[in-house]
Nanobody, 122 residues
């Protein structure tokens, strides 16, 4: 069982930056692929980025490629998402999730946090 708690969301103006954090409970955090997803009102949940268990492999959605960095600290059971040059269309609830393989579909993730709101004003 893995419990995930996101933090770091908020209101930022376009062009600004935010760093999201996801703290995980449980001693098996380092065995999981971690992903960040987002869901805007009326839209499907979509992947933003994912990172392998040891950080050696990462994936970024085209929408965030070059503007975001995913990282993890297994010693602190935490995964991060640094987002830069934010745009109004990045406004969404951002979720972290845990999976056993490096997949992009939400259905491939076993555990989910409650989400943190990111709002980007123009």
């Amino acid at each position: 069982q893995v419990q995930l708690v996101e933090s770091g969301g908020g209101l930022v103006t376009a062009g600004g930056s935010l760093r999201l954090s996801c703290a995980a409970s449980g001693r098996t955090f380092s065995t999981y692929v971690m992903g960040w997803f987002r869901q805007a009102p009326g839209k499907e949940r979509e992947i933003v980025a994912s990172i392998s268990w040891n950080g050696g492999r990462t994936y970024y959605a085209d929408s965030m490629k070059g503007r975001s960095t995913i990282s993890r600290n297994n010693g602190e059971n935490t995964v991060y998402l640094q987002m830069n040059s934010l745009k109004p269309e990045d406004t969404a609830v951002y979720y972290c999730a845990a999976a056993k393989s490096l997949v992009t579909a939400p259905g491939g993730y076993e555990y989910w946090g409650q989400g943190t709101q990111v709002t980007v004003s123009s």
